[in-house]
């Protein structure tokens, strides 16, 4: 199944073999969340959701998800909007985990994605952007004291 956020937050993660939560994805509102790989396939996913806020959530199997975008050409266009919003997503986070420093991250989650300071604690921020709570604590202190 699918889901699409109308309201709450909710984080994507993998657990690695030292109980370890790593955070690869945040949603809100108006975002598609799940494994679509999962959905299309049907294959397990090796991800899991959690809700951080009260959420709700438009669910889709992928039988409806098929049907729909075939008689529904405004659902069709829907999941093209937000594919590609989501596709430009992960490769700037992509792009930015494989080259930026730790401040440069922060930085440009601040500038894209200033909500999630709102939305998420520290440690989540943290988890998300592949450092400590430690360091983000200490690069946003910096970057007060500047």
């Known amino acids: 199944m699918g889901a699409f956020v109308l309201k709450g937050a909710l984080k994507k993660y993998t657990i690695d073999d030292n109980g370890k ?7 809100i ?14 294959t397990p996913t090796p991800y899991y959701i959690d809700a951080y806020e009260d959420t709700e959530l438009l669910v889709i199997t992928k039988d409806n998800f098929i049907h ?17 919003r989501q596709s430009f ?9 494989q080259t930026f420093t730790a401040e440069q991250k922060l930085e ?3 500038h894209t994605y200033p909500e999630f300071f709102q939305r998420f ?8 952007l592949g450092m400590t ?14």
């Open 21 to 27: 939560e790593n955070i690869l994805e945040l949603y």
């Open 29 to 42: 509102e108006n975002w598609w969340a799940g494994d679509k790989e999962s959905l299309l396939q049907g």
């Open 68 to 84: 729909k975008l075939s008689k529904l050409p405004f659902i069709s266009q829907l999941n093209n909007v937000l594919t590609e």
């Open 89 to 97: 997503h992960l490769m700037k986070r992509l792009h930015s985990s």
């Open 108 to 110: 440009q989650l601040q």
């Open 121 to 128: 604690p520290q440690h989540i921020i943290a988890s998300y």
């Open 133 to 146: 709570k430690e360091t983000l604590s200490r690069i946003r202190s910096n970057s007060l004291k500047k």
